[in-house]
Nanobody, 119 residues
Framework: HVQLQASGGGLVQAGGSLRLSCAASGTIYSINFMGWYRQAPGKQRELVATIPTGGSANYADSVKGRFTISRDNAKNTVYLQMNSLKPEDTGVYYC?????????????WGQGTLVTVSS
């Protein structure tokens, strides 16, 4: 059984920074992609950033230059450093991971962590 636990959300003023973390646990053989998505009130969930095991990260245009995704493969953890935050970055942030266990490959989601950016 695989679980993703996200943390690091909170309330911050515009222009501030936050760092989100998401750790995967369970019987994990390997993890391919890890990523962050967000859902603002009344809107659909959208991609923020993804990062493969090796290679370049991919970002939504709205966060390029402000957010940085990284991962620690030894800890099965993905991070999202968010700088120069804007009120429009407000939402629930979800992490996900493409995980291979000994028997299956599946995409798992964390429980979400709320980020609120005040103007």
């Amino acid at each position: 059984h695989v679980q993703l636990q996200a943390s690091g959300g909170g309330l911050v003023q515009a222009g501030g920074s936050l760092r989100l973390s998401c750790a995967a646990s369970g019987t994990i053989y390997s993890i391919n992609f890890m990523g962050w998505y967000r859902q603002a009130p009344g809107k659909q969930r959208e991609l923020v950033a993804t990062i493969p095991t090796g290679g370049s990260a991919n970002y939504a245009d709205s966060v390029k230059g402000r957010f940085t995704i990284s991962r620690d493969n030894a800890k099965n953890t993905v991070y999202l450093q968010m700088n120069s935050l804007k009120p429009e970055d407000t939402g629930v942030y979800y992490c996900n991971a493409d995980v291979r266990t000994w028997s299956i490959r599946n995409t798992y989601w964390g429980q979400g962590t709320l980020v609120t950016v005040s103007s």
